[in-house]
């Protein structure tokens, strides 16, 4: 089974900004998705950024778009997200979910995504307040 962990979350200010990782382990494929999926308290889960290993194309929820990046290093396993501008509202746990297979960014984010994760990291916090 694939091995999922995260870092970078904390507490920021509004407008600053956190990079978080997500580094795999305990596979070797060309084909995988890899998404961020937040949760806040009282709110359902909303996939936030997907890329695709297939292709490299990427998904924003419109909430983060032009304010988040991702990005992927292959060497090292790891995806990121560069999150910038940050607002109040984006405080949440955030999870990092991996996929072994062809499916493309936009799906993976937009499914949940139920029934198709082969793992889900232990997620980490990001907390946007003055």
């Known amino acids: 089974q694939v091995r999922v962990v995260e870092s970078g979350g904390g507490l920021v200010q509004p407008g600053g900004s956190l990079r978080l990782s997500c580094a795999a382990s305990?596979?070797?494929?060309?084909?995988?998705?890899v998404g961020w999926f937040r949760q806040a308290p009282g709110k359902e889960r909303e996939g936030v950024s997907c890329?695709?290993?297939?292709?490299?194309?990427?998904y924003y929820a419109d909430s983060v778009k032009g304010r988040f990046s991702i990005s992927r290093d292959n060497a090292k396993n790891t995806v990121y997200l560069q999150m910038n501008s940050l607002k109040p509202g984006d405080t949440a746990q955030y999870y990092c979910?991996?996929?072994?297979?062809?499916?493309?960014?936009?799906?993976?984010?937009?499914?949940?995504?139920?029934?198709?994760?082969?793992?889900w990291g232990q997620g980490t916090q990001v907390i946007v307040s003055s």
């Open positions: 979910a991996v996929t072994l297979g062809s499916y493309s960014s936009s799906y993976y984010c937009l499914s949940g995504p139920q029934g198709i994760v082969d793992s």
């Open positions: 305990g596979f070797s494929s060309d084909y995988y998705a």
């Open positions: 890329i695709s290993s297939r292709d490299g194309l990427t």
